[in-house]
């Protein structure tokens, strides 16, 4: 069975500089999804950032970067210039088939981010 | 853009009571989820729904829990008789190719 896990229950960084959350996961799949989603407290889930498997080169989005290792199961989230709007809460979700055909996601435990002032 | 919608935003309940979430998904979509979230805890997967059918679900989507698309463009996710584990942020997805959008969520409130 595919998991996700996030090491890091909760980060800290000062606004304007950079940190990056953890994640791993665990799938025999070889294609497949990776996402980073932030929940805010209104607790929406807002779409940070994916990577489709099958790509190496890692996605970018604005202040937001992955360092997707693929043959470690990793799935890194950087954020740069960090802003107090980012605080959050921060999913790492893996979207893949199982044998069945059926996909959906598998989320870690979440990382809460606060920014510092 | 078209977007996930869920109503209502805040549901509260009693006990014992039956509740029904209701969802829109986006229109060209055909994969449906519901998604719960305890409070302070992860998203955990209820079920999938395809082709007007339950594809797949998980061992929470016990007998108290049903779904259904009554109409071609909602999508429902009702619970029986409410229970007080069962409070929690309740997320509807639809999904057409490989990601999915997420809902705003409805939070349910059992007393």
């Known amino acids: 069975a595919q998991t996700v896990t996030q090491s890091q229950p909760e980060m800290s960084v000062q606004e304007a500089e950079t940190v990056t959350l953890s994640c791993t996961y665990d799938t025999s799949e070889s294609d497949y999804y990776l996402f980073w989603y932030k929940q805010p407290p209104s607790r929406q889930m807002i779409l940070v950032i994916r990577?489709?498997?099958?790509?190496?080169q890692n996605a970018t989005e604005n202040r937001f970067s992955v360092n997707f290792q693929k043959a470690a199961k990793s799935f890194s989230l950087k954020i740069s210039d960090s802003q107090l709007g980012d605080a959050a809460m921060y999913f790492c979700?893996?979207?893949?088939?199982?044998?069945?055909?059926?996909?959906?996601?598998?989320f870690g435990t979440g990382t809460r981010l606060k920014v510092l002032a | 853009e078209p977007e996930v919608t869920q109503t209502p935003s805040h549901q509260v309940t009693q006990m014992g009571q039956e509740v029904i979430l209701r969802c829109v998904p986006i229109s060209n979509h055909l994969y449906f989820y519901w998604y719960r979230q305890i409070l302070g805890q992860k998203v955990e997967f209820l079920v999938s729904?395809?082709?007007?059918?339950?594809?797949?679900k998980s061992e929470i989507f016990d007998d108290q829990f049903s779904v259904e698309r009554p109409d071609g463009s909602n999508f429902t996710l009702k619970i029986r008789s409410t229970k007080l584990e069962d409070s929690a942020m309740y997320f509807c997805a639809s999904r057409k190719l490989d990601e999915q959008f997420f809902g705003p969520g409805t939070r349910l409130t059992v007393l």
């Open positions: 729904f395809y082709n007007n059918e339950i594809s797949e």
């Open positions: 979700a893996y979207l893949g088939g199982d044998t069945s055909g059926t996909y959906k996601y598998i």
């Open positions: 990577q489709e498997a099958y790509k190496q």
